[in-house]
């Protein structure tokens, strides 16, 4: 086990943490390929910048977002869906890179999901002080469908809650190279972030990079 000045945690891959029937937590799942994930991310940024999108109710999101695959998850005023095209190039989103979709497979299948191909990878940055309120993602066609998030960079406290917008809200850290499979049951839970400390990682800075694949076609 190695540790390091950043965070002091250990840095390795360990044995699946189940969070409710569903759930599950993969820590270090992605630590070997993280540097190659973070050059692969530089690389569809190039072709689609990330960008603060709007809600339907007309707030910027703190959160900047992009997307690789067939399919790119947007919002704006007239609401929330998925799209082949950027609105801001009026180009396909980039295509998906094959070590992205290896990891979401292998993943997937650790978390008894074989044969996940997912069509959408949403990639959103976070600052320090960014944050994601509540919600549930229900806008893909499949709820059978796993998803699938990677954490890259500074570390964030997950928020995961329950059925409803008000129950209790657990909070689980996600660290570089975490990996997290929502399923079944747990599939739509009301989940967010809280604000992101000020934090250095010698991988992206001040920041915090968070892939989620979902089969949304
Ligand atoms: C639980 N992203 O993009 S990833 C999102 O860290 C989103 O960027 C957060 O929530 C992030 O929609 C959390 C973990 C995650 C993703 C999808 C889920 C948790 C989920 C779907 C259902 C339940
Ligand atoms: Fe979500």
């Not at 909070?171 to 929502?182: A, M, N, Q, Y």
Request: glycine residues 10%; aromatic residues 8%.
């Amino acid at each position: 086990m190695t540790f390091d000045l950043f965070d002091d945690l250990p840095s390795a891959p360990q044995a699946p943490e189940w969070l409710e029937p569903g759930a599950v937590v993969l820590r270090g799942f992605a630590l070997e390929q993280a540097a190659a994930l973070l050059e692969a991310v530089d690389a569809i940024t190039a072709q689609a910048p990330f960008r603060h999108l709007i809600t339907p109710g007309g707030k910027r999101m703190s959160v900047a977002m992009t997307n690789c695959g067939p399919l790119g998850w947007i919002s704006d005023r007239s609401g929330y869906r998925y799209g082949p095209v950027d609105p801001d190039t009026g180009e396909r989103w980039p295509a998906m890179p094959p070590i992205f979709q290896q990891l979401a497979r292998d993943a997937a299948e650790a978390a008894g999901y074989p044969g996940f191909a997912p069509d959408a990878c949403l990639i959103n940055r976070y600052a320090p002080g960014t944050r994601l309120s509540l919600h549930q993602d229900r806008d893909e066609g499949h709820y059978a469908h796993p998803i699938v998030s990677v954490s890259l960079g500074i570390p964030a406290m997950f928020l995961w809650g329950g059925a409803e917008r008000a129950d209790k809200a657990r909070r689980v850290p996600l660290l570089h190279g975490d990996v997290v499979v929502w399923g079944g049951p747990a599939r739509l839970r009301f989940h967010g972030v809280l604000p992101l400390p000020a934090a250095q990682h010698p991988l992206t800075g001040a920041c915090r990079i968070n892939l989620t694949f979902r089969k949304a076609g």
